[in-house]
């Protein structure tokens, strides 16, 4: 268990050795919490046979019949839902529903667990709903997300919602000298969401990274920076890690409004208002499907040297 979760599963426990678990609780967070592996040891926990040996820190015993069979992924009353290439199908939900309906072969508890339960399709959404509203006997259902705007409210209203906190910058720095990580500077860690996690990913990946980026941008911004680089060429450079960038590029803005906020010679209300509406508008559009990143970078990138421009002036 991630060190930041540990008292988000004490709470969990704490609710469940007195029967107090809502049937249906939602996880929900900014990318990059850990709230995958909370969900699932929260599923374990509730599956646990030897309710004694439970701990506040790691849920479940780990050596009961029941957690044996939940870490070999071979648990009969442990029904997990994944997305079916984008979005996680009517027909997943229905079978899960349908197994949940029978009597739990271990003679305990039941669980399904679903992350990014965002990515139901409409029908499978309705089709879940009904399980909500009238669960089964001794049926818990582990929900987490991302994205929570984008879940149906019908289903929000039945669940009982609990936001986890994202890792402090201690913490952080804690966790990846554990992983024999450098740990980078507090400006780098909130371009990756604040997440230790987003980060390792980054560097485990290769590639383009938020350091190479932050000095092209110096280098496109700059009026005199010795390298030239265009909104072209820095747009189709990093397109396929749009998402990424633009996050990075808030983070970059952010660290750099906050320290010329009392420039005088500086916009900061200007600025701060192309963040939060055409930066708001590009990250909205690099998620849908079939866009031209390139594109939707480029603009973005000419619109706010433009305006970079002015405000020095």
């Known amino acids: 268990m991630y060190p930041w979760l540990t008292h988000s599963l004490a709470n969990f426990i704490a609710l469940l050795d007195k029967a107090r678990l809502h049937h249906a609780n939602l996880l929900y967070s900014q990318k990059g919490s850990g709230s995958e592996v909370l969900s699932h040891a929260l599923a374990k926990s509730i599956l646990c046979l030897d309710s004694q040996q439970r701990t506040s820190k790691q849920g479940a015993c780990g050596e009961c019949k029941s957690c044996l069979l939940v870490e070999a992924e071979s648990h009969p ?85 609990h936001k986890l906190n994202m890792p402090t910058y201690e913490q952080s720095a804690a966790f990846l000298l554990a992983q024999n990580v450098e740990v980078p500077e507090e400006s780098t860690l909130r371009a990756h969401g604040g997440s230790p996690l987003l980060y390792l990913s980054t560097l485990e990946e290769g590639g383009l990274r938020f350091d190479t980026f932050k000095n092209d941008w110096q280098s496109f911004v700059s009026p005199l920076s010795q390298v030239s680089i265009s909104a072209f060429e820095l747009s189709e450079k990093y397109k396929e890690k749009a998402a990424d960038v633009l996050d990075w590029l808030y983070a970059i803005i952010t660290e750099e409004m906050n320290k010329q906020f009392d420039n005088s010679q500086v916009d900061i209300i200007a600025i701060s208002d192309w963040q939060q509406c055409q930066l708001a508008e590009a990250k909205r559009k690099v998620q849908q499907v079939g866009v031209n990143n390139s594109v939707v970078l480029g603009q973005l990138f000419s619109s706010y040297k433009q305006l970079n421009s002015k405000v020095e002036q």
């Open 77 to 161: 009353d442990l029904h997990l839902i994944t997305r079916d290439k984008t979005q996680i199908s009517v027909d997943s939900i229905r079978s899960a529903i349908e197994k949940v309906s029978k009597t739990a072969q271990l003679g305990g508890n039941k669980v399904i667990l679903i992350n990014n339960i965002e990515s139901m399709s409409a029908a499978a959404s309705n089709a879940f709903l009904k399980t909500l509203e009238e669960p089964t006997d001794d049926t818990y259902m582990v929900l987490s997300s991302c994205e929570v705007n984008h879940i149906l409210p019908t289903i929000l209203s039945r669940c009982e919602k």
